[in-house]
Nanobody, 118 residues
């Protein structure tokens, strides 16, 4: 069982920056880590993922503005968010996922609110 604690959200003006952190309770070095977000009235959507080999993927809406990274020594994943827009306002969730020997391991953090004022 892995517990994830997301932090770093807050209120920021459009054009500003925030860095989200996701602290895991144990090693997640072999997990694919990801950030997802859910805006009011909308479905949860993928923001970015990073594999154990540090390959990254991004939603088109955040490419060039957001950067996901991981520090396995600290069991932490980060999401650097720059040039924030009002449409980035959402609750951001951290995820740890792996598929091993026919079984899925899928863990979620509690979410951190990001509000971007225009």
């Amino acid at each position: 069982q892995v517990q994830l604690q997301a932090s770093g959200g807050g209120l920021v003006q459009a054009g500003g920056s925030l860095r989200l952190s996701c602290q895991a309770s144990g090693s997640v070095s072999i997990y694919r880590m990801g950030w997802y977000r859910q805006a009011p009235g909308k479905q949860r959507e993928l923001v970015a993922t990073i594999t154990s080999g540090r390959s990254t993927t991004y939603a088109d809406s955040v490419k060039g503005r957001f950067t996901i990274s991981r520090d396995n020594a600290k069991n932490t994943v980060y999401l650097q968010m720059d040039s924030l827009k009002s449409e980035d306002t959402a609750v951001y969730y951290c995820n740890a996922y792996r598929f091993l020997f026919g079984r899925e391991y899928d863990y979620w953090g509690q979410g951190t609110q990001v509000t971007v004022s225009s």
